[in-house]
C-alpha cells in the first residue's frame, strides 16, 4: 500500500451545490462521491493508491474541488498541491489546508485531509482502518486514468464535455429517483455512460450459461491422435558459402532425420528430392515439434560432414499458412555456430502439412525459373521481415510455489512405512525453444523454490516458432520425472502488425496442471505433466518473466555472446554444490556445443547459444500484495450420471490452486508450527513464497478452516421414467461449498479479458441463430445476421468507452501493450462488422457468416489472457472417495465485478457443466451438473448470494438457518419448500442421416431425453436412418430451479442422447443433441412452437439431424388442486398415438406438419462397381426406393455383368409428405439380390438426406429470393435483351476494385492491370511454326501463376488498409460507417492474346461442375456399421454405386407424362472412343530407397489396359509423360477409368505410387459438354487447330434444337439467340478478320467469322436466360492421387485431360503432347 488519501471534509464553501473532490496521483484520478450541501461537506471516504517503488523527492498530489452541474459544465472552485516529501519521513499527516483559485490566489475554503504513506518495504509501521477519525469508505475500484495529469491546466479544456456528459448521466439517473447514499456502485455507474448504449437503440443479448451448448470439442480430455504427413521437397540450393564444397541437405522434422544425396564440388547444388514423413499423433503435439532444414559439406568420411548453416520453423507454422503449404520458396540458411556472418546460402524447397482427408489442391509450378527473385520468394510467412536480426530471448524464472510432493518408487512406499508423509522434490525447469533447450539449477528438498535464474537463448528474430515449452522437473537418480508442463504461445505475448510490440511477458505467475497423482510410478495420467492433453490437476505455480532484446548489429551480438560465455563458465563453479554430476556435465557439454546426450555428430551447434545466469530475486509484493478470495458454489442438479456409479456414495469436490483439495494434512502442520515460530520474528505476516495448502492452515487459521470444499456424500439414485441413468436427490436442499483462497489481485487483467469474451459469446449465440435459419428457406436469415452484426459493432463501440477509462494495478509491460493491442483491433473488427453489414445481401448471407465467423475466430484467440493469475477451479467427482470425472472451470468466467460487462460470462449463474473422465477419447458425457458459481475478492463476498432466488433458505452446517449472513459464513445448504411446477413438452419428429449401428446397414434407433432428473424414451423404430417418431415426450410436473424471470434467458438444457438397439447386450451410443426449449410461463400468452433442427455430434463429428421442438410451461396454480396447464394452452391433453394403452403421445396439429399429396418420380439408370456379398458375385441385383413408409421397385436386372443398366427407366410414387419441403423425410435407396429359393440378400443402402435437391426451385423459394441478376432479366423481356459483356471472361481485365485505388494510392497495383500496353514496347508476336501444344500450356500455367499472385497481394492489401494509420480510434468505426461511396472506373479494353490459352484446373474437373450429376446423379452404396475410425475412412463399407434420380413436385401438378425423363438420351449400350491424354505428374511419393521414382502409367477401363512401362521415366518425382492413350470404351458396361502411376522396379513386381479414378459415363452424358472441351479461340490449322469433331456453329445448333430454340441469327459483331443478344467484343476475332472488315472483301470468309460468334456464344453459355450452363472449356485437370494403402493422404497430383468421341462421328486426329526434346548445344556452351 504506497499512499493513502482520506478526504474528510470541506468547509467554508461558497453557496449550494453539489460539490466532488477529485484527487491525482502519479496519472492515476480518484473522485469522491458527489455531495449536495451548502457551506460545509462531510465525505469521509478513503483512496488508496497501490504503487510498485518508493517515493520519489518531489512528487506531487494535486487535489480539485468542483462544483458540478447538469447541465453546464463542471466549476473548479480550487485545487491544493501537496508535496509528499514531509510524508516520506512521517508515514502520516493530517492537514486542513486553504484551497487556491485558477489565479493562484487563497480561496476561503478549507479542505481536511489525512494521509498516509507505506514505503514498499514495510518500514513505516503498519495501520488499520479504524485510525482514521471517520469511518472512510473505500473507493479505489473507482480509479480512473487522467491523462490530464501531466499538464495540469490545459487539460481542462478537452475534458468539460467529458464531465458534462457524465454529469448528464447523473441528471438522468437523478430524474429516475436512483441516486441512494450507501452503495458505491452508483458512483461506478457515471464511468460506465449509458448515453452511448442508448443512442444506438442496441439491447445487447443476454450472455447463455445454463443453456450453452456444450460444443463437441469440449467433451475430449485426451486430444485424438490423427494421421498427418509432412512432405519437404528440397529442389535446390544457390549461393551456398565455401569454397569447393560438397554439399547435401539434411530435414529432420521432430526426431526423424533424412538427407539428399551429395552433390561434388558446386554451390548451387540441385537435388529434386521429397521427403515424406508420416506422424500419428495428436495435432497440438506435432505442431509444437521443429522442421530443420541444414546444409553439410561432405568430408571423406560419410555423414560427418561439417555444418553450413541450418534454418528451422515449427510445424504449425507451416499448418498455418494458405493450402497448409509453402510453395518453392527459398529457406534461409544461417549458421547458428557463428552470428555475425550473416546468410550462408538459400534452399528452395516446398513444405506441406496435410491431415488424413484433406483435399489438396495443387499449385502450378513457376513458369520461369532462370531469372527467379529469391529475395521476393523467401520461405518465411507473410509479414515477417526479409532479414532476421539475431535476438535474444531470456526467459526469467524465479521461483515457483506449492508444487506437488512426490513420492517416488520405492522409496515412497519404504518412507510411508516409517511415518514420514511426504517425499519432497528436487525440482528445476527445463525451458525449450526452437530445437535449443537450457535448465535452471536444481533446488532440493522442496516444493517451493527460488531459482531466480535467467535462460537465455540466441535465436533470429522473428523466430519461426510459436511455443516456448517451460517444464518443471524432478531430478532424480534414474532419469527425472516431469511434474508439470506449460507452452507460452508466442502470439499471444507479442504482436506482428505494425504498431506492434515484441514478444514480452511478466513477471507474472503461471499457473500448471497435470495429473492427480503424486508418485512417478503407476502413474497413469503422467502424459498430462509431460504437456500432452488438459491438465486434470493444479500442480503449482511458478513465477516468470519473457524478454526480448534484438542485436542491432552482428558485432553487439558478438561481443554480449564473449561476456556471456565467461558469465556462465564462472557460473558453473558457482553451482557445483547444489548441482549432481550429471547435471555438471550436461553444462560443460552445452558449452563446448555438443548435443546434451555426448554423441559426438557435429550436428547441432546452436548449444551454444544458452546460457543460464544469476538474478536478482524480484522484490517482496513486486505484484502487489495478495488478496483474499472467496469461491463459492452451489450445487442445482446432477444428473444422467454414468449407471456404471452404481449406488456408491457420490460427493462433489471443488477447489482453486491448492486451496479446498481434500487430502491428509494434520501431522505436516504441526512441524510446519514449530518451523514457523523460529522465523517468526522474520517473515511478514503474509509470506508470499508459503502457499501450499499446508501453510494456509497455519497463516489463517480463521479462514482455512472454515473452507468446505467436498459436498456431504449421497447415494445416487435412478432417473425418473427411464431408469437407464441416475442423478442425486438435491430436490429440497441443495448443498454448497466455499473455499477461500490467496492470490494476488489481478483480476482487472480478467476484466478486460471478460468483456471481449462477451462480445464473442454473443457474436456465436447469434451467428447459430444465423445458421438455423439458413437450413430454411424463406426464413430471415439475413435481417438476423444484420442485427447480429449491429450489436457487435454497438458492444465493440461500448468496450472502446469503457477500457479508455480501464486502470491497471502494477500492470508489466506486456498490459500496457496487450492494452493498445485490444484497443486497436477492436476497432478494427468492429470496421469489418459494419463493412460485413453493408454489403450484405440476400444472396451472399453464407459467405458473410464464414466471414464473422472468422473475425469470431480472432476475437476468441485475442480474449485468452496470457498473463491468468487465477488458476482454473477444478470439480472431481468423488465416488466411493475415488476422482472419477472432473470438470475444469476457467477462473475468469465466474470471477465478480462490480461492472457488468467485465462480470464472468458465468458469475452468479447457474450454469450447465458437462464433467468427463480423465483418458477418454470418446467425448461421451460423464455427468451433468448445474452448478452456481462465485469467484470474488472476500470485500465483495456479501454479492455471491445476491443472484440466488429468493425461495431459498440459507442453513448452515449444523442445519439451523442463517438469519445474518456475513462474509465468512456462507451457507452450507440452501433449501426451499415452495416450487413451481413446469411442464416440458418434448415434440420428435424425425432423426435424418443417422449412423448404421448394424452389420446390415441400419440401426434400430430410439431417443431418451433428459431434462432435469427425468429421462423418457421414444418408441424404438427397426431397421431405418431416418427414424419417424412423430412422438410427443411429456414431462409432468417438473420442478426446475432458478429466477422465473430469468429462465427466459437462462433455460436448462435438453440432451437427446441416440442410441440404437441390439438384442443383446446395451445399446449402442450414437451421438447426442443438445436443445433449449421455448419457455412460456404461467401469465404469458401460447405460442405454437415450430419445428427445428439439431444437429447429433458424436465425439467431434456431426452425425446426423433431428427435427424436434422443446416447450417448457409453467402449471397454473390457481385451482388450489393440483397444478394443472394454463387455459389457453392448446391442446390440453394430448392425443395418444396408436394404442392408448401404451401411452404414447403423438405430435399435436399445428406443431406436426401439415401433410400434402406428393408424387416422387424415380429414373433407374443402372448400377456400377457392385462388389461381392457373402463370397459370391452380385448377378441379380434390384433397386428398392423407400420414402416415409411408401416402396417402389425396380425392376429386376436380368444378368448384371452384361448391362448393369435398367431398361424400365421411370417409375413413380404418391407419398403424403410435410408441405415444407425442407421437412421432407430422406429417400432410402436398399439394393437387393434374388437368390436362389426365393432369398433376398441385402447389397447396400444410401440415404438423401437432402430431398430438396431434387424438387423443383419454385417451392423452395419466394419470387424475391432469386439474386437480382434474373430478376431484370425476367421482367423486360419486350423483344430482346441487351447484355452488354466488358472484358471476355479470359482476361481479368480490371480486377482491382476501383474504390480501392481511390482508398489506398500507395497500394502496389501490377503496373498491367492499370497501364494499357502501349504499342511502343508490345510484345512480339511469335512465329506460327515454333509453337507448340506446349507453349499453350506454358502460357497458361503462367497466367494461373500471376493470378494466384495478384490475388493473395490484393488479399494481403486489403489486410494493410484496415490497420493503416496508427490513429485507430472509436471515431474511425464512424468514419467507416460513412463511407460509402464507389467510383466507377473505365476498364482498358483486351487485346487478343497472342498465344492461345487454356483453362488450368487446381482440382478435379468434377469439383469443378458439381460432379457431373445435372441430370445423373451417382448414390455411394454402403453396408455394415459405421466404424470408430476417426479420420472417417469409409473404403471397406463401399459396395458400389447406384445411378439415378428423383424428381419430388406436388401430385396436382402432375402430368400424364412423366417429367423427370425429358431430355434424357436413351439408356442403351454405346461404344466410345477415349482419348486419356496424360502430361505430367508433380510431387508423386518417392517409392524407392533413395527417394526417388521411376514412374510410368498404367490406364485401366473394365478389361482393358495399356501402359507406357517401357517408356518409364528414371529418377524422377516430377515427371513429364506427354502420352496419349487411346482406348475403345462401351458404356454402360465400362464406365469407370483409372489413371495409375507405377514406380518401375527392375527386380520383383512394380509398385502403385497413387492412382485417380473416373466416371466416363456421366462425363459424356453431361449437359455441360465434357467430352471435348470448348477452345478459347477458333484455328483452323497450327498449334491450336480445332479439336472437336463438330465446329462451333454446329454446337451451337445442336444446343438450340435440344432446348427447342429457334436458331442462331449471325449478325455483324453481334449474335441473336432467342430473345437474348450476345455482342461479340472485337477481340474475339483474329486480326485477319479486323482487316476483311476493313477492306469489305468477298462474302464467303464471314463464314469464318460465324465460327468466332459461335464460340463465343459457347463460352458464355451460362448468360443465356433459362437455358444457360457453362460448357466445359478446354482444359487440363490437375487430379490427386491416392493410394488405397494409406487412404486419405495424396500421393501426388496428375495434369491430364480426356476427350471422348462417340464410336459412330469420325474422331479429329489426337493432339500432339509429346515432351519437346532438348536442343543440342555445342560443347563450349553445354560446360
Sequence with gaps: MALSVGVRRLSRLPGRGERQVQLSFRGFTQKTRKIRCGPEAVFGELFRWPHYGKLVMGEMLSIKVYNCSKVFSNRLLGTLVLSLQHLMTSGRLILREALVDMNHRVTGIYIELDLRYQPPNGSAGTWVEEDFVYQMKDSSELIIRNPGFEELEAAEGPRASELDRRAATLGRKLAKGLETDEEEEDEEEDFYDVSEMEVSGIVFSPVKSRSRLCSARDLFATPTPQSFQVGIN????????????????????????????????????????????????????????????????????????????????????????????????????????????????????????????????????????????????????????????????????????????????????????????????????????????????????????????????????????????????????????????????????????????????????????????????????????????????????????????????????????????????????????????????????????????????????????????????????????????????????????????????????????????????????????????????????????????????????????????????????????????????????????????????????????????????????????????????????????????????????????????????????????????????????????????????????????????????????????????????????????????????????????????????????????????????????????????????????????AELPEEFKYLSESGQEIAQLSAYSPPSRLSRDDFSYFQLRAHLYQARGILPADDNGLSDPFARVVFSTYCQTTRMLEETLSPMWNELLLFDQLIVDGKKEELKTETPIIIINLFSHNKFGSPEFLGHAFAVPQVKLVDEPYTKPALQFFDFYKGTKAVGELIATFELMELDYSGYLEPSVPEDVEPKEPDYLGDPHAGRFII?????????????????????????????????????????????????????????????????????????????????????????????????THVVSDVMKFSPRELEEDPEDVPKAQKVSSQRLPSQTVVNIGPAAGDPGLSTHPLSLVKAPLKKIPINKLVKKEDGYEEEKPELEELDWWSKYYESLKELYNQTRSDEEDAENDDLNDTDGGNLNASSIDMEAEDEAVIEAEPARPKRKLIATLQIYNSELENEFDNFEDWLCIFPLHRGKANEDEDGNEDEHFVGKYKGSFYVYPTEEAGTEPRISEGIPRNRPIKVLVRVYIVKATNLSPADPNGKADPYVVVTVGQEQKDTKERYIPKQLNPVFGEVVELTVSFPKESELTVAIFDHDLVGSDDLIGETKIDLENRFYSKHRANCGVASQYDINGYNMWRDAFKPTQILDSLCKKNSLPAAEYRREEVKMDNKIFKVPPEAFPEEASVRNKGRVADENWSVDDEHKALYVLQHWEEMPGYGYKLVPEHVEIRSLYNPENPGLVQGSLHMWIDMFPNDVPAPPPVNIKPRLPVRLHRAEAA
Aim: aromatic share 8%; glycine share 6%; hydrophobic share 40%.
Design 1148 to 1244: 399435436p396439429e399445428g406443431i406436426r406438419p401439415v401433410l400434402k399429396e406428393f408424387r416422387i418420380e424415380i429414373l433407374f439408370w443402372g448400377l456400377r462397381d457392385l462388389k461381392r456379398v457373402n463370397l459370391f458375385e452380385v448377378d441379380q441385383p434390384q433397386v428398392i426406393i423407400e420414402c416415409a413408409g411408401k416402396k417402389v421397385e425396380s425392376e429386376v436386372i436380368v444378368a448384371y455383368k452384361e448391362n448393369p443398366n435398367f431398361t424400365e427407366l421411370v417409375k413413380y410414387m404418391d407419398v403424403d409428405l410435410p408441405e415444407q419441403v425442407y421437412l421432407h423425410p430422406p429417400l432410402s435407396i436398399f439394393v437387393v439380390e434374388k437368390r436362389a429359393f426365393g432369398r433376398t440378400v441385402l447389397v447396400g
Design 234 to 945: 528440397i529442389i535446390e540450393a544457390q549461393k551456398l558459402v565455401g569454397v569447393n564444397i560438397n554439399p547435401f541437405v539434411v530435414v529432420k522434422v521432430g526426431e526423424e532425420k533424412r538427407h539428399t544425396a551429395t552433390q561434388k564440388s558446386t554451390n548451387c547444388p540441385f537435388y529434386n528430392e521429397y521427403f515424406l514423413f508420416e506422424f500419428h499423433e495428436p495435432r497440438d503435439i506435432l505442431f509444437h515439434r521443429l522442421i530443420e532444414i541444414s546444409v553439410f559439406h561432405s568430408k571423406k568420411i560419410p555423414f560427418l560432414g561439417t555444418c553450413i548453416g541450418t534454418f528451422k520453423m515449427d510445424v504449425v507454422t507451416v499448418y498455418s499458412q494458405p493450402d497448409h503449404r509453402f510453395f518453392q520458396k527459398w529457406a534461409v540458411i544461417s549458421d547458428p555456430m557463428d552470428t555475425r556472418a550473416g546468410v550462408k546460402g538459400f534452399v528452395k524447397c516446398n513444405i506441406s502439412v496435410t491431415a488424413r482427408g484433406e483435399v489438396v489442391g495443387s499449385l502450378p509450378t513457376s513458369s520461369s525459373s532462370q531469372d527467379e527473385d529469391i529475395e521476393r520468394n523467401l520461405l518465411l510467412p507473410k509479414r515477417v521481415p526479409a532479414e532476421r536480426p539475431w535476438a535474444r530471448v531470456c526467459i526469467k524464472l524465479y521461483r515457483a510455489e506449492g508444487l506437488p510432493s512426490m513420492s517416488a518408487g520405492i522409496m515412497g512406499g519404504f518412507s510411508k512405512i516409517i511415518g514420514e508423509k511426504k517425499v519432497f522434490i528436487d525440482p528445476y525447469v527445463q525451458v525449450s525453444f526452437c530445437g535449443q533447450q537450457g535448465e535452471t539449477s536444481v533446488e532440493t528438498n522442496t516444493t517451493d523454490p527460488e531459482w531466480n535464474e535467467q535462460i537465455s537463448f540466441i535465436e533470429m528474430f522473428p523466430p519461426l516458432a510459436r511455443k516456448i515449452k517451460v517444464q518443471v522437473l524432478d531430478d532424480a537418480n534414474v532419469g527425472d520425472v516431469a511434474i508439470a508442463t506449460h507452452y507460452i504461445d508466442l502470439q499471444q505475448i507479442s504482436d506482428s502488425g505494425r504498431n506492434g510490440f515484441n514478444p514480452t511477458f511478466g513477471p507474472a505467475w503461471v499457473n500448471l496442471y497435470g495429473s492427480p497423482q503424486n508418485s512417478a510410478l503407476r502413474d497413469i495420467h503422467k502424459d498430462l505433466n509431460e504437456g500432452m492433453g488438459e491438465g486434470i490437476f493444479y500442480r503449482g505455480r511458478i513465477l516468470m518473466a519473457i524478454t526480448v532484446e534484438i542485436f542491432s548489429s552482428p558485432s553487439v551480438a558478438e561481443r554480449k555472446l564473449g561476456d556471456k560465455t565467461k558469465g556462465a563458465l564462472s557460473k558453473l563453479k558457482l553451482k557445483k554444490k547444489s548441482k549432481k554430476s550429471k547435471e555438471e556435465a550436461k553444462e560443460l557439454s552445452q558449452l563446448q556445443g555438443e548435443e546434451a546426450g555426448g554423441s559426438q555428430e557435429a550436428e547441432q551447434p546452436g548449444e551454444v547459444t544458452v546460457e543460464v545466469e544469476e538474478l536478482h530475486p524480484l522484490p517482496e509484493n513486486a505484484l502487489g500484495r495478495k488478496e483474499e478470495f472467496l469461491l463459492f458454489a452451489a450445487f442445482f442438479e446432477a444428473t444422467m450420471m454414468d449407471s456404471s456409479l452404481s449406488s456408491k456414495p457420490v460427493s462433489f469436490e471443488v477447489s482453486i490452486g491448492n486451496y479446498g483439495k481434500a487430502e491428509e494434512v494434520v501431522t505436516k502442520v504441526w512441524r510446519k508450527m514449530e518451523k514457523g515460530e523460529v522465523k517468526e520474528e522474520k517473515q511478514p505476516l503474509l509470506d508470499p513464497g508459503s502457499d501450499g495448502e499446508l501453510d494456509v492452515e497455519v497463516l489463517a487459521p480463521a479462514s482455512a478452516a472454515l473452507n468446505k470444499s467436498v459436498t456431504n456424500s449421497q447415494r445416487p439414485e435412478p432417473m425418473e421414467y427411464d431408469r437407464s441413468y441416475s442423478c442425486l436427490p438435491m430436490m429440497h436442499e441443495k448443498p454448497c461449498v466455499y473455499v477461500w483462497s490467496y492470490w494476488e489481485d489481478h483480476t482487472w487483467r480478467l476484466c478486460i479479458s471478460n468483456w471481449i469474451v462477451k462480445l464473442a459469446e454473443r457474436l456465436e449465440q447469434g451467428l447459430d441463430d444465423v445458421e438455423k435459419l439458413m437450413r430454411r428457406p424463406k426464413a430471415k436469415a439475413e435481417e438476423r445476421l444484420r442485427e447480429v452484426l449491429e450489436e457487435f459493432v454497438a458492444g465493440c463501440r461500448q468496450y472502446l468507452l469503457s477500457t479508455e477509462r480501464k486502470t491497471m494495478a502494477h500492470p508489466n509491460n506486456l498490459d500496457r501493450c496487450r492494452m493498445k493491442y485490444l484497443m486497436r483491433n477492436i476497432i478494427l473488427y468492429a470496421k469489418q462488422g459494419l463493412r460485413m453489414r453493408r454489403r450484405l445481401t440476400r444472396a451472399n448471407v453464407k459467405e458473410k457468416v464464414k466471414e464473422t465467423r472468422r473475425v469470431l475466430t480472432k476475437l476468441r484467440f485475442m480474449a485468452k489472457e496470457p498473463q491468468c493469475t487465477l488458476p482454473d477451479v477444478l470439480i472431481w467427482m468423488l465416488s466411493n472417495n475415488r476422482r472419477v470425472a472432473y470438470a475444469r472451470v476457467p477462473a475468469q468466467n465466474i470471477l465478480y465485478s462490480v461492472v457488468e460487462e467485465e462480470k464472468g460470462k458465468d458469475c452468479a449463474k447457474i450454469q450447465t457443466v458437462f464433467m468427463k473422465v480423465p483418458r477418454l477419447h470418446t467425448g461421451e458425457i460423464f455427468a451433468k451438473l448445474e452448478v452456481y458459481m462465485w469467484l470474488g475478492v472476500t470485500k465483495y463476498a456479501k454479492n455471491c448470494l
